[in-house]
């Protein structure tokens, strides 16, 4: 089996797949190649799963790129966690945005700075997908990169590539749905926990005992609506606060930081909106993160650090479940609707449980939404799709269109303006929207 990750050099998520292949899997017998521009960093992550695999006598091929057409040929799976100049570029949506009085619109998936990020991100994709129909026509694309469910429709909708997108923000935490069953004096083992609807805008569907079966999912809403939050403390009290607000309002209780919820909402008072670069790290701590590696990799320090703060998604289980045509069940990704929401179209992306089976993905039946919760959910689906197909088409009309129906944006004259100035300056990534070309 050959894996190639885009984003090779990645700080957090590579170490994941290193752990996931090498430690978890022991994918003796396969080929992990790395890819990434930054050639430093992604030698140090190669040299650093070279030397794991070698201690613990795992046969697995490691190797570092910075081409990922030379990558490519072969593949199986494709699993891309990668953004170009994310930073400096969320710096220059974050600017352009304040100066028009709305830094709040800075944000990495909703919004007018998310709707950039779409574009910037889906360019990004739709070239990998180009490179995977010629070279691995066959192999899945795993996404992690966001806008996730904006990415995952442009590469179902517009190219041949088998996609899936992963995103565990609904469980708010590496120990999964820990929190929800904590509210109302649960263990989380002893809870089954049920998420759907959108990319960082799922919610609770159901909730059980599993061992009497009960339904729970009254007492937390219960739990929520009260407002006697005694024990909580004072950030969880503000989540609360806003869960409870959206409860009353849509019928819902949310999966996740409410702040990932809020990118699809227009600005409210008590949600914390980014003023920094969503990205990992300072320059600092990546040099000094870059030189840890080094030092692992070369055997004068231990390995084991290099997995301290890994990402909660896992696409390597998926993948493999794939190939080897295993039984498994996710909580949580993104795909296709077809059916699992009927109120939403078909084409969109959702996200809910899925089974896997005979190299298969199913969305597994869910409760249905309630109508004020579907409208909302339609209605940033909606603009999901509008975004994707901007991005693809390089069509300003469309990205207007977008805009004009997101909740997201209120001000949509000064929303337009700022479409303008950053299309402007994002020019250099985004040649589909000055050359009237596809991607």
């Known amino acids: 089996m050959k894996i190639v990750l885009i984003g090779g050099g990645s700080f957090v998520f590579a170490p994941t797949v290193l752990e996931d292949v090498i430690v978890k899997h022991r994918l003796s017998g396969g080929e992990l190649v790395l890819v990434d521009p930054k050639r430093e960093a992604v030698e140090a992550m190669a040299g650093v799963g070279m030397r794991i695999a070698e201690e613990l006598g795992v046969d697995v091929r490691i190797r ?12 199986d799976v494709v699993i891309v966690s990668a953004s170009v100049q994310g930073m400096r570029r969320w710096q220059m949506d974050y600017d352009i945005l304040s100066e028009l009085g709305m830094p709040d619109q800075a944000r990495e998936c909703g919004g007018v700075g998310g709707l950039l990020n779409t574009f910037r991100s889906v360019t990004l994709l739709m070239s990998v997908c180009r490179d995977m129909e010629e070279l691995c026509p066959d192999a899945w694309l795993m996404d992690v990169t966001n806008p996730m469910p904006r990415v995952v429709t442009a590469v179902t909708r517009y190219t041949s590539i088998r996609c899936a997108g992963f995103c565990n923000i609904a469980y708010r935490g590496p120990e999964g749905y820990a929190l ?4 109302i004096g649960k263990e989380p083992h002893e809870v089954e926990v049920v998420t759907g609807g959108l990319n960082h805008f799922a919610w ?8 009497s079966g009960e339904d729970l999912l ?3 809403k219960e739990y929520i609506r009260s407002g006697d939050w005694t024990g909580q403390d004072e950030e969880m009290q503000r989540e609360l606060r806003v869960m409870r607000r959206w409860l009353l309002a849509y019928g819902g209780v949310a999966a996740g930081a409410v702040d990932h919820h809020a990118e699809y909402l227009p600005l409210q008072e008590d949600i914390r909106y980014t003023e920094h670069s969503p990205y990992h790290g300072t320059e600092a701590e990546r040099r000094q993160w870059l030189q840890e590696l080094k030092e ?9 650090s290099v997995f301290s703060n890994g990402s909660w998604e896992h696409p390597v289980d998926l993948a493999i479940a794939l190939q080897r045509g295993e039984e498994s069940k996710l909580d949580i990704l993104n795909v296709r609707n077809d059916g699992t929401f009927p109120e939403l179209p078909p084409e969109r992306i959702v996200e809910a449980p899925v089974r896997v ?3 298969t993905l199913t969305a597994q039946p869910l409760p249905p939404l309630g109508k004020p919760l579907a409208e909302l959910c339609r209605q940033v689906s909606d603009v999901h799709a509008l975004a994707a197909e901007a991005a693809v088409r390089g069509d300003r009309e469309i990205a207007k269109r977008a805009i004009e129906i997101d909740p997201a944006v209120t001000d949509k004259v000064t929303a337009f303006i700022a479409l303008e100035r950053m299309l402007e300056v994002h020019a250099d990534l985004l040649p589909q929207f000055s050359k009237g070309q596809s991607l």
């Open 296 to 304: 692992i990799g070369a055997g004068r320090m231990a390995w084991e």
């Open 357 to 359: 089976s005979g190299g």
């Open 218 to 220: 009254p007492q937390l």
């Open 180 to 183: 929800l069953p904590r509210l």
């Open 64 to 75: 570092a790129c910075t081409d990922r057409r030379d990558a490519l040929p072969g593949a």
């Open 204 to 211: 609770v569907l159901a909730m059980r005992d599993r061992h």
